[in-house]
């Protein structure tokens, strides 16, 4: 269990999800975005604090 974040006395449960991509090859900045946004949205999927790399 992780502890709290505490923020004006009021108690917080902090969870981060995190898409990542790399370009192997050129490519655009919107194909990138969209493996990113892919990854993101892979990661939420299989629950809280993950991470998901698209290559």
């Known amino acids: 269990m992780q502890t709290p974040w505490v923020f004006n006395e009021v ?4 969870t981060t999800s995190i898409g990542l991509t ?10 990138i975005l969209k ?3 892919n990854a993101l949205s ?14």
């Open 22 to 31: 790399f370009a192997n090859q050129p490519t655009t900045k919107e194909t």
């Open 11 to 14: 108690s917080l449960d902090v």
């Open 35 to 37: 493996k990113a946004d």
């Open 42 to 55: 892979q990661t939420k999927e299989d629950g809280k604090n993950t991470t998901r790399t698209l290559i």
